[in-house]
């Protein structure tokens, strides 16, 4: 079994848990995309469980999919099935934008619900979940229509049923986005800021004070659309913390983000009793 990095708080929770599980979700070229599941430890597959896919972040040309591995180990303690994806990153020297990200990350949700039924999950219970541009591509698949791969099974919705988003850059407009360098004049086909609707999903947001990517006010405008577009979006600020502030390195705050987030889907009725997690 993995040894989390923080096993101080989870090694108690984790006595039973399963061994994570790969699959191919996707081939681009000679390339196999892969993804890990954790399952909860009284998984089966006939189980009909929320589930929750991650996105690393990393300005989408770096990082890796285990960035989220501790979020998902104590999650799947929790009773959710807990995705982490591996998707293509943006070539050296190329300045355009995030298309294969896009593509990749409609890609893996089209996978996850395509065989919700044999995965133990409940195909209307699939959230998604990621840091930065891992947050970019989380609120992409759960508020932006269009950029599909062309191979994909487009009969198979991508769409998450609920957000988690940590310091993402989910906005690429000109007035104070990310990336907008990159999208140039097609902000408005990549920036999930500039594609609200009466039906996304519920959000929750968590915001360093001290981002220096992601402006405040940038994240309190997105949750003032959402809410006067009637949709639920909680947004959590932390005084004095910078962009990653919820990575594992920072006991505190990945403590206290992961557990709003366990508040957050209990709300919605997606997890059940009171948070496990243990405070450092």
């Keep these: 079994m993995r040894l989390p990095l923080l096993s101080f708080l989870l090694c108690p929770l984790l006595a039973g848990a399963a061994e994570p599980i790969t699959h191919v979700y996707k081939k681009a070229g000679e390339r196999e995309l892969k993804l890990t599941i954790v399952n909860p430890p009284d998984w089966k597959a006939s189980d009909q469980r929320p589930a929750m896919v991650f996105f690393h972040g990393g300005g989408w040309v770096g990082g890796k999919p285990t960035q989220f591995t501790e979020h998902s180990d104590y999650l799947a303690t929790r009773g959710l099935v807990c995705i982490q994806v591996e998707y293509r990153l943006i070539k050296k020297n190329d300045k355009g934008p995030p298309i294969d990200c896009v593509h990749d990350a409609k890609s893996a949700m089209r996978w996850v619900r395509g065989r919700a039924a044999e995965l133990g999950i409940d195909p209307n219970r699939i959230g998604a979940g990621g840091g930065s541009a891992g947050g970019h591509l989380a609120a992409f698949v759960g508020m932006v229509e269009g950029l599909d791969d062309s191979q994909d099974d487009l009969k198979i919705s ?40 009466s039906d996304d999903p519920p959000a929750v947001i968590f915001l360093g004070t001290n981002d220096k990517l992601i ?41 206290k983000t992961l557990l709003a987030m366990d508040k957050f889907l209990t709300s919605l009725g997606w997890l059940k009793g009171e948070p496990t997690l243990k405070q450092p």
């Excluded at 000109?174 to 360098?181: I, S, V, Y």
């Excluded at 940038?218 to 639920?232: D, S, Y």
């Excluded at 962009?243 to 990945?254: L, Q, R, V």
């Design 215 to 255: 402006p405040v006010a940038v994240v309190e405008r997105f949750k003032a659309n959402m809410e006067k577009a009637g949709v639920r979006c909680e947004g959590h600020f932390y005084e004095k913390q910078g962009h990653g502030f919820f990575n594992t390195k920072n006991p505190e705050f990945f403590y």
């Design 158 to 197: 991508p769409k998450a049923n609920v957000l988690a988003l940590f310091n993402p850059v989910f906005d690429n407009g000109p007035d104070q986005g990310w990336g907008t360098a990159r999208v140039g004049e097609r902000y408005k086909e990549f920036s999930p800021a500039h594609n609200i609707t």
